[in-house]
């Protein structure tokens, strides 16, 4: 499967964050595209922008805001292929700025797209054995998710 990972990072807990879900996506076989959003493009990622699954990380600006590099690569990514099907959106936060504003660029960017694949959020930095662990569970819930659908017998799915 072609993964596009997606990220945007000011203090690089995303990036770490991004960089284990990479991994873990390597590990399982799976070619997986690059891109940090402050510094390359759509293009950065290969000739054809189409993927089969889209990893959008990112942290969250002022008010549980999105980055502006990130909204310009969604404006980006949109203009090339549409709103993806299969997308999912993973992050870094902190609850010291108020609940409702942890993660906020998770949520947003979500909710945009309209996903229903689950969203991952990280306290401040992925550190130690549980966040590795809830990393590799939610990268394999995707990956499983996604794998089964495309071996499934399409006279069987219900519309």
């Not at 990072?9 to 070619?31: I, K, P, Q, W, Y």
């Not at 089969?52 to 404006?75: C, H, Q």
């Not at 609850?95 to 998770?106: I, K, P, R």
Request: some cysteine.
């Amino acid at each position: 499967m072609r993964i596009l990972i997606a990220f945007s990072s000011l203090s690089g807990n995303t990036r770490d964050l991004a960089r284990m879900v990479r991994a873990r996506c390597a590990e399982r076989g799976h070619a997986v595209s690059w891109i940090e959003t402050g510094v390359q493009t759509l293009a950065d990622g290969g000739p054809d922008p189409r993927h089969d699954l889209y990893l959008l990380g990112s942290w969250s600006d002022n008010g549980g805001r999105t980055p502006v590099e990130m909204k310009r690569f969604i404006a980006e990514l949109v203009e090339a292929v549409g709103k993806p099907q299969r997308i999912a959106v993973f992050g870094t936060g902190e609850t010291q700025w108020g609940e409702e504003h942890y993660c906020g660029a998770v949520r947003r960017i979500a909710a945009f797209f309209g996903t229903r694949l689950p969203r991952l959020e990280i306290e401040q930095m992925p550190h130690g054995g549980r966040d590795a662990e809830r990393v590799r569970r939610w990268t394999d819930h995707l990956l499983d998710t996604i794998e089964s659908h495309e071996h499934a017998d399409p006279a069987r799915r219900i519309a």
